[in-house]
């Protein structure tokens, strides 16, 4: 019965029109989060550029025929060509190909679609963005962080560890004057200078900070420190990329919930 009503909604939506790039979502790691659209999506491609860390299970989904084109960072690579990956979208679309550009989380945040999209839109292509669950959401969730609480923030910021190297380094001080949960991506290789900066621009070296590695997947890992204890708590600990670091009085959430009810310990541990 569920399986009719799956197809029902595979089969409705948005066409994947010849000629066209959908850059599309995949979430954070677990294929469970992959969108009924993003599904859509893999079902029509003829060719699939995808990033690196994207499940196997997730790849399959596509249909046995279309070409499939690894376009993410491998290890020991710092990055892949922005540029010749944009003219091969542009080129692919032109010789009439579906093109489905899949990353990792949400194309839109921290993933290069924006530019992405500009590119395909200077070129005349037809695009159609197909959001995702973002890492930041997700490894939230998985720790049981709530991004807003009604008593602890009304805003959430999203930051970047690691600019762009032709730009200007982020004011880490005009965020801690913010006073709001700030969620890191890209932050874990450089939080010991991130943290002492935060605490030079006036964030108490107590602050709770969460360090969440590889948010639902198998080695999912969640450390839960402070501004102060972070650099050593995450040589100690060994915990490795990818990870979203969450940095505020939220953080502080998930021992309330363990004090509210401590059956919920197995569960978050
Ligand atoms: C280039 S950014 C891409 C972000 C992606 N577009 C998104 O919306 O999640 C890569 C960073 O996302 C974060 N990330 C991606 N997947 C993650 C996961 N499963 N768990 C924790 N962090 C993750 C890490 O900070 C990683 O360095």
Redesign the pocket.
């Known amino acids: 019965m569920i399986g009719a009503r799956l197809e029902g909604m595979l089969d409705g939506g948005p066409v994947f029109e010849p000629g066209s790039v959908w850059l599309v979502?995949a979430g954070?790691?677990d294929p469970g989060y992959l969108t009924v659209n993003a599904i859509r999506a893999l079902q029509q491609a003829d060719t699939v550029l995808h990033d690196a860390?994207i499940d196997d299970r997730i790849l399959d989904l596509a249909r046995p025929e279309a070409h499939r084109i690894f376009s993410g960072k491998r290890a020991g690579i710092h990055s892949i060509d922005q540029a010749a990956l944009c003219a091969r979208m542009v080129d692919l679309a032109r010789s009439g190909q579906r093109v489905l550009r899949l990353?990792?989380?949400?194309?839109m945040?921290?993933?290069r679609?924006g530019e992405e999209m500009l590119r395909l839109a200077e070129a005349e292509i037809p695009f159609r963005i197909i959001p995702?669950v973002?890492?930041?959401l997700?490894?939230m969730a998985v720790a049981s962080i709530p991004a807003t609480l009604r008593d602890v923030n009304r805003a959430v910021v999203f930051a970047t560890g690691?600019a762009a190297p032709d730009t200007d380094e982020t004011d880490w001080a005009a965020l801690a004057a913010l006073g709001q949960p700030l969620v890191?991506?890209?932050?874990?290789r450089r939080i010991d200078g991130i943290a002492r900066e935060l605490i030079a621009g006036g964030l108490p070296p107590a602050t709770p900070l969460a360090v969440?590695?590889?948010?639902?997947?198998p080695d999912?890992e969640i450390l839960i420190s402070s501004l102060g204890a972070v650099a050593e708590d995450r040589q100690r600990y060994n915990i490795e990329?990818?990870?979203?670091v969450v940095v505020g009085d939220i953080v502080k959430t998930r021992e309330r919930l363990l004090r509210v009810a401590p059956a919920f310990a197995g569960a978050i541990a």
């Open positions: 979502g954070p790691g860390l990353k990792g989380g949400d194309p945040v921290f993933g679609g995702g973002t890492a930041g997700a490894a690691h890191l991506y890209m932050a874990l969440i590695s590889s948010a639902t997947r999912e990329p990818p990870a979203i």
